[in-house]
Each structure stands twice: as C-alpha cells, then as structure tokens.
C-alpha cells in the first residue's frame, strides 16, 4: 500500500520532529529557549520554561534529562547538547521576573481545591489553578515547600534558595501554603469543603532488605532516602569512615557521595547489575567515579556481618547476566566464593514505594495488588471522583519533570470536573508555522551547524567540593560557554515545509543536501520505500515527509531521522518550493478549554 502523504498541519506530526521536546514529559520547546538565551534574552528564556516545566533553576541542576538521548546533535557528534545546564543558565542570569508572571484573578470562581504534599506534582497543580480563578490550599508536613526535591537532593546538587525561589513564585500566585501540616486521614479531608482532592505525597518509603544481621546490626544500617533526609535537615553530619552502599539508581549516588562529603573515607557502591545496566543517570555515575567512590557490579547481598551488633562487613554472591530468546535477564550465581567486603556503615537504596497509610481503605478509593491507587491513565482521576493522583504517588517512581506533566494533566483534568465537564473532553494542542524568510536568501535563524564539542559544565576542585556538603559542585556555564553550547543545537524546530505545486522537480535540493535526505521517487510501500531512497532510511521511529502532487506523478520523500534542519534546500530551491518554517506547539493547559 502505497504511503499516504504528510498532514503537516498535524500537530503532532512536527513535534515528534523536535525530538527533544517530543521526549520531555512536559513538551518544554527547547530550541525556542535555547535560541533565547543565544540572544541574551535569558529572562524570556526562564519564562518560556516556566510555562511548561515550571521549575527551570531546579530541573536545570537535577533534571533525568529524557531530552538529551533523544537530541538530534547526537546523531552529528558524540555528545548532544547540554539542554538541561543551558536551562540552568536562563535561570541563573535572568533579570526579576515576577511581574511577567500571570496575575491570579481578583473574582475567584468559588471553587476550593486542596492539594496534599508540596512536591512537583502538587505545586504544579497549584499553579495552573490558581491563575484561573480556584481558591489553592497545599498541605505538606515538611517546614518548607519541595517535597522530595528539598529533602531527597542533596545540597551540592540543588542548593535550598533555588528552591525557594521557585516555591515562591507559586505562592506569590494566591496559592496557600500550609507547612507542618500533616494529612493523616483523607476521609477527614474530603469531610472538609473542597470540590477537589489531589494527592501528590510521592513514593516516601525506601525499600529495607530481611537479611541475617539486619537487625542484630540496624543500628549501622540506614534506609538511603530518610537518610538524606535527615541529612538535609542536618539531623545526621558525619558518617563513619568505611560505608557501603547499596544499590544503581540515583539515590545510590547521592548516599556515595552525601557519605563521601560527610567523612566518608572508603566509600563503595555495590550494584547486582551490569554498569551499563545501572538505573542512575551516566552523569550521576560520572561524578561518583570522579569522586573516587568505586563501583562494583555483579553482586547480591547475602547477609550482614556482625560483632555482637556492631556492623563488621557485608557478604555478597557473585552472579552472572544471562538472558532467554526474548531478551529478559536473569542473574544467576557463578558458582564461585562469596564475597566479604568490611564496612562499618550500609546504605540501603535499592528502591522506593508508595505509602498511603492514611487513606482510608472504605471511602471509594481502589487500590491494585500492589498498593496502587486504580486511576484513569489519562485523566488521573481515581475510583472516587473529587480525588486525582499525581507524580510518584500516581504510577510510581520516575522524575521530577515526569510529575510536573502529571500535574497538567490533573490540573485539566479538576479544572474539567468541578466545571461539570466529562473528563475526556480535552482540549487538543495546536500549532503555529511561521515562515523565517526574510529575504530571497536570508532567514531569521542562524543556520550553520556548529563544529564545536560539547562544552564541560565548570565544576568546584574535588579538594573544595568534599570539604561542604552544602557546597555546590556544578558551578554552571557562564555566558561565553553558554553561547558556545547554544550555537550546537540544531533548530529542529524550525521545519523543512515542501509546496509540490511550486516545484520543477530540478533535483537541485537533492544535490546540496549534506544528508541525502530528500529523494525524488514514485511512491510504494513503505517498507519497500525508505529501501530505495537515496540514502535507505531504515529508523521506523521517525516518519518520512512525503508529498505528492508533481507534475511527473513522483514524490518528494524526506527521511525525517537524520535531516539536519540546516535550510540548505530552501536557500537552493529557485522557485521558493522549499521553506524553513518555525514550529511552535502550543499546548494547552487548565482552561484552555473554557
């Protein structure tokens, strides 16, 4: 069957285009903000994050950073560009903003909404409903708003006054914080006067292990995440000497070095999987390693070794990965001696869960054999209509900018709801595509593909690092490397739009192009198609652009996965068939459907 040709007045056909902002969970337009702050404008650039992800100084230092694998500078060099620090930049030198935020409404519209933890996913919420009308009250155990943010990262990685600041912009929006304030029981809440309920309290209870000697030593073996917490509020500041980790995903890596930072002299992270297999982020790994905390891999915990209580060691089996014909992975013992490793302290951070303790079981609310709230995927609403779910509370452990997408979704969703709207009546995005001609041979964009590397991020000497834990390791780009960095992305968004009614079919876009992207051919399957192009595209995950209409019956095919965006076949197309076209999606948020 032969291809159908592009709808690219599909919104979301030149968004998957964009790869960066299509792997961001909040769809943050990432060249728009980058080609921001190449123009000095920073304060913009902070603001056209802030729309979408809403912590721009946070997620520009702790970000998992889905955007950057998928960046198609990565597919010219080695490295992609370093959006996230970029993002940091426009918070670090932007002027004060706060009177270009949205004003919340004198008329509130009546509506009460109460939101139970002060994390990503709450304060999100927060925010979309407050510059709409609705009376916002946050509830939150913790002194200060942040959630997870404030007491599970460390302060060499995110520092308290970038999160107050963008805490502050939140409350500064008629949105009432009520810190030390614990929830203990949802019926008692709902008994209150609030039209809706949300719930995003995160995944609070690391995981423990039922080992032998867990107990007999518990007093030198710690659950990794209320261990930083008691860190970050300075309740723990020393460690012993010999410390163990336990665990591969970021937590791991902030107990290592946490543990480093606070005495820490031999510290080890001891993972059961591969290092490649290793949940925490390559950077995160990185910096443990620069750090001199080495990591061990391929290694289960057996039991704790102990002195009548006093921790002396942990006792690990040696496994192998094996995998069946579906490619699932079973580690399985090498047959060879354990391993006994000394120590005189264990972190544990090899997991965290939900908790919801204080829900009760009888008001409506579902839960799954796993102690999950049964919710709508889409709407994230749960089986008792006035309470939604988000962030880690919702489906999991993933990421700040995963629960600040979960917050716009719920945001529209309550918003639908006390409107006595069906839940499944959401407004779709749109999309804008301006012309960035401005000449017969000049654009309004910067074109050339940068030669340049990634740029290294300045970083503190390890010497001073260590001595502070509140010491903030990354001292971000300045303004010279941040152009520099800027000047490596690739304009994705600024799409390659074809007129087939204005073409001669002269081949001469096919000529200049650095890729050989553009092929000039009859249409046919599709499997068969992206095989006879002039360079085979065989990466089913991008789209060709395929337009018929020429006068010869052929068709323009364009191989959307390794186009370069760089606007040659524009400059070089004499009838004007080609041209470079801005992308911006607009995505709506609460009350866009009113």
């Not at 060879?336 to 008001?363: K, T, Y």
């Not at 709508?376 to 999991?396: H, K, N």
Request: glycine share 8%; hydrophobic share 40%; proline share 6%.
């Amino acid at each position: 069957m032969p291809v159908k040709s592009t709808d690219i007045r599909n919104p979301d056909y030149l968004h998957k285009v964009v790869d960066c902002q299509w792997a961001c969970p909040a769809h943050t337009p990432v060249p728009e903000y980058i080609r921001q702050i190449a123009a000095g404008d920073f304060s913009s650039a902070y603001l056209t994050n802030w729309q979408s992800n809403v912590f721009p100084g946070i997620l520009g230092r702790v970000c998992d950073r889905p955007c950057e694998p998928a960046c198609r500078r990565g597919r010219v060099d080695e490295e992609p560009v370093a959006i996230c620090r970029l993002k940091r930049v426009a918070a670090d030198f932007k002027d004060d903003i706060r009177a270009r935020l949205p004003q919340p409404p004198e008329a509130k519209n009546g509506k009460r909404i109460a939101c139970i933890g002060a994390g990503p996913a709450s304060l999100t919420v927060a925010r979309d409903l407050a510059v709409i009308g609705y009376e916002v009250t946050v509830f939150d155990g913790g002194s200060s708003a942040g959630g997870m943010m404030r007491s599970q990262i460390p302060k060499f990685r995110l520092p308290d006054r970038v999160i107050d600041e963008e805490c502050g912009y939140i409350a500064g929006l008629d949105v009432e914080l009520r810190q030390d304030h614990w929830v203990t029981s949802l019926a008692a809440m709902l008994a209150g006067e609030w039209d809706a309920v949300f719930v995003g309290t995160g995944a609070p209870r690391g995981r423990d292990v039922d080992l032998p000697g867990r107990k007999e030593a518990a007093a030198h073996i710690h659950v990794g995440i209320d261990w930083l917490s008691s860190v970050a509020f300075g309740h723990i500041d020393k460690i012993a000497k010999r410390v163990i980790v336990l665990g591969g995903g970021n937590t791991a890596m902030d107990c290592c070095r946490s543990a480093r930072r606070l005495g820490g002299e031999d510290v080890r992270v001891v993972v059961r999987s591969g290092f490649d297999e290793m949940k925490a982020s390559p950077w995160e790994k990185e910096d443990a390693l620069h750090e001199g905390i080495p990591i061990h891999n391929y290694l289960v915990q057996k039991a704790f070794t102990h002195d009548d209580g006093k921790l002396t060691g942990v006792l690990f089996e040696k496994v192998r990965a094996e995998y069946d014909a579906d490619g699932r992975r079973q580690l399985v013992p090498t047959g060879e001696p354990d391993e006994h490793m000394e120590c005189d302290e264990v972190l544990l951070a090899i997991g965290q869960e939900n908790s919801f303790p204080w829900i009760e079981r009888d008001i409506g609310i579902e839960f799954d054999r796993h102690g999950m709230p049964v919710l709508d995927a889409a709407t994230l609403q749960s089986t008792l209509p006035r309470v939604f779910f988000g962030g880690d509370a919702a489906l999991g452990p993933k990421n700040i900018i995963t629960a600040v997408a979960q917050g716009h979704t719920a945001a529209i969703s309550i918003d639908l709801f006390c409107r006595g709207e069906a839940l499944t009546k959401r407004p779709a995005p749109t999309m804008n595509l301006v012309s960035q001609k401005m000449g017969i041979h000049e654009w309004s964009y910067d074109n050339k593909v940068s030669e340049d590397l990634r740029y290294k991020v300045p970083v503190k000497s390890l010497e001073e690092a260590l001595k502070n834990i509140k010491t903030e390791f990354e001292l971000g780009y300045d303004v010279q490397l941040a152009c520099g960095e800027t000047q490596r992305c690739l304009n994705c968004d600024i799409a390659t739009v074809f007129t087939p009614k204005l073409c001669i079919e002269c081949d001469a876009c096919v000529d200049i192009c650095p890729t050989e992207c553009i092929t000039f051919t009859r249409n046919g399957d599709e499997d068969e198609l992206r095989g006879r192009l002039k360079a085979p595209a065989h990466n089913h995950d991008q789209d060709l652009y395929l337009a018929e209409g020429l006068k010869t019956g052929r068709a323009m095919v364009k191989d959307e996965n390794v186009c370069l965006h760089c606007g040659m076949c524009a400059e070089r197309c004499p009838t004007g068939a080609w041209d470079m076209q801005k992308f911006m999606l607009n995505l709506p948020q609460a009350g866009a459907e009113a």
